[in-house]
């Protein structure tokens, strides 16, 4: 998986993958990522997964971990760009009546309220 981080707008920030998203690494590597922003207090992230081609279930887990922990930090998650066999697997698994999904980083920054 290759992870770029962006702010997208003041105190947004994007997580842009690409690749095989899966247990191990990737799944730690997104949970310390998430940690470090709760920590700033950036409780505000998009996944963008438009370039992501696969995910396993590890992975299906890592997303709804995020969110439960954004969430009791006053923040939350959305997910943009979801296409192809992960949109079938958020489908499959319900995680996409729980964790909204824009259809681009944009449209999910801009659902976000405004920040107190």
């Given at each position: 998986m290759l992870l770029k981080?962006?702010?997208?707008?003041?105190?947004?920030?994007?997580?842009?993958?690409s690749g095989?998203?899966?247990m191990g690494a990737d799944?730690?590597?997104?949970?310390?990522?998430?940690?470090s922003h709760i920590?700033?207090?950036?409780?505000?992230?998009?996944f963008d997964m438009h370039?992501?081609?696969?995910?396993?279930?590890?992975?299906v887990g890592q997303i709804v971990k995020s969110f439960t922990r954004l969430s009791k930090s006053g923040g939350t998650l959305r997910l943009a760009r979801?296409?192809?066999?992960?949109e079938g697997v958020l489908n499959m698994t319900q995680v996409n009546r729980v964790?909204?999904?824009?259809?681009?980083a944009q449209a999910a920054c801009e659902d976000f309220p405004a920040q107190k």
């Open positions: 981080k962006q702010e997208i707008k003041p105190g947004i920030w994007v997580f842009e993958m095989r998203v899966q799944c730690k590597r997104v949970d310390q990522e998430v940690d920590e700033k207090k950036e409780t505000r992230i998009i370039d992501v081609d696969h995910i396993d279930s590890a992975f979801v296409r192809g066999m992960v964790i909204q999904v824009f259809p681009t």
